[in-house]
């Protein structure tokens, strides 16, 4: 990533996603907080294939 915009355009793409209440990038740790809408459940292949739909990006879960 190399700005906020960046960032931006990966939060919307997880916004995207059923049962994602709100995401939030931060361009410097590379890392996204995802929050879920209560009781939801999503894959995290979903998760990651939003990522990947923003741009040039990889992804994995948080360990």
């Known amino acids: 990533m190399h ?3 960046c ?3 990966i ?3 997880l916004e995207e996603i059923p049962g994602v209440r ?3 990038t ?3 740790s590379g890392r996204s907080t995802i929050r879920l ?3 939801a459940e999503v894959d995290t292949d979903a998760l990651v294939a ?3 739909r923003a741009g040039d990006y990889t992804a ?3 360990e």
């Open 26 to 28: 931060d361009v410097r």
């Open 11 to 13: 939060d919307d793409e």
């Open 60 to 62: 994995r879960p948080a």
């Open 7 to 9: 960032g931006l355009l």
């Open 3 to 5: 700005c906020a915009s």
């Open 22 to 24: 709100s995401a939030h």
């Open 50 to 52: 939003a990522v990947q």
């Open 37 to 39: 809408e209560d009781g």
